[in-house]
């Protein structure tokens, strides 16, 4: 035999460590599988969670509607109900119908006048203004 010949206890010595190798191997692959096998069950703990929470929500009856509120009645449209809801928003107190037309730089002429007093009668009457006395307008107390 020459040198480049293997003898048989050297075919059993590579056997014996590619044995080891592959036993090695397989605990680290079993490793592994266990390893993996905790992360699967966790999943599906996880999905049986979910699964029973969108169920359970299923069941709840629908919420009723949310009652409207009554705090905030509609202003009338116009830009100028926007503007007089300013001027009172920055009075110190109650102001007439002449005051307002003022703050708003209108012409205190009667015919404004008696616009914007027509205009914060309607405010009055859906009780976003007070008329706290004839022709004294104010923001109703909360």
């Given at each position: 035999m020459t040198s480049g010949d293997l003898t048989l206890g050297a075919v059993l010595v590579r056997l014996e460590e590619r044995e080891r190798e592959i036993a090695a191997q397989a605990d680290e692959t079993r490793e592994q599988v266990t390893r993996l096998t905790a992360v699967l069950d966790e999943l599906g703990r996880a999905a049986e969670e979910v699964r029973i929470t969108r169920k359970t929500l299923l069941e709840l009856p629908d919420p009723a509607p949310p009652a409207p509120s009554p705090s905030a009645p509609e202003l009338p449209d116009g830009?100028?109900?926007q503007e007089i809801m300013v001027v009172f928003a920055q009075a110190d107190g109650p102001l007439r119908a002449r005051g307002v037309?003022?703050?708003m730089d209108l012409d205190p002429a009667p015919n404004n006048i008696n616009n914007v007093r027509l205009k914060l009668k309607r405010l009055t009457g859906r009780n976003i203004?007070?008329?706290?006395?004839?022709?004294?307008?104010?923001l109703p107390l909360p």
């Amino acid at each position: 035999m020459t040198s480049g010949d293997l003898t048989l206890g050297a075919v059993l010595v590579r056997l014996e460590e590619r044995e080891r190798e592959i036993a090695a191997q397989a605990d680290e692959t079993r490793e592994q599988v266990t390893r993996l096998t905790a992360v699967l069950d966790e999943l599906g703990r996880a999905a049986e969670e979910v699964r029973i929470t969108r169920k359970t929500l299923l069941e709840l009856p629908d919420p009723a509607p949310p009652a409207p509120s009554p705090s905030a009645p509609e202003l009338p449209d116009g830009a100028t109900y926007q503007e007089i809801m300013v001027v009172f928003a920055q009075a110190d107190g109650p102001l007439r119908a002449r005051g307002v037309c003022e703050a708003m730089d209108l012409d205190p002429a009667p015919n404004n006048i008696n616009n914007v007093r027509l205009k914060l009668k309607r405010l009055t009457g859906r009780n976003i203004l007070a008329e706290t006395e004839p022709g004294l307008f104010a923001l109703p107390l909360p």
